[in-house]
Nanobody, 120 residues
Framework: VQLQASGGGVVQAGDSLTLSCVAS????????MGWFRQAEGKEREFVATISWSGGSTDYADSVKGRFIISRENDKNTVYLQMNSLEPEDTATYYC??????WGAGNYDYWGQGTLVTVSS
């Protein structure tokens, strides 16, 4: 599975931005999907995850209520809608795929990141 994230850019605090992650090479219909981010000088951290059907989601406390993860399996695509962006959200965002439908654990596949910069 190859994952390509896109949609990053430079925005102002309070703005919204939607990231997309398109998978190729295999259908991700039965895969758990996730978004992670890594700010400069910091470790990568979990942002959001969604089950294979989209019926279950989970978020980091820092983005809960502001970010929404969703998916369109017929397009092999996962989205991260980011609202009320804060400078602290500045990071490179990565999407990831896992062969289990839902649960915890490491992800099997990782995409290239897309940079999001939020100015104050």
């Amino acid at each position: 599975v190859q994952l390509q994230a896109s949609g990053g850019g430079v925005v102002q605090a309070g703005d919204s931005l939607t990231l997309s992650c398109v998978a190729s090479g295999r259908s991700i219909t039965t895969y758990r999907m996730g978004w992670f981010r890594q700010a400069e000088g910091k470790e990568r951290e979990f942002v959001a995850t969604i089950s294979w059907s989209g019926g279950s989601t989970d978020y980091a406390d820092s983005v809960k209520g502001r970010f929404i993860i969703s998916r369109e399996n017929d397009k092999n695509t996962v989205y991260l809608q980011m609202n009320s962006l804060e400078p602290e959200d500045t990071a490179t965002y990565y999407c990831a795929a896992d062969q289990i439908q839902w649960g915890a654990g490491n992800y099997d596949y990782w995409g290239q990141g897309t940079l999001v910069t939020v100015s104050s």
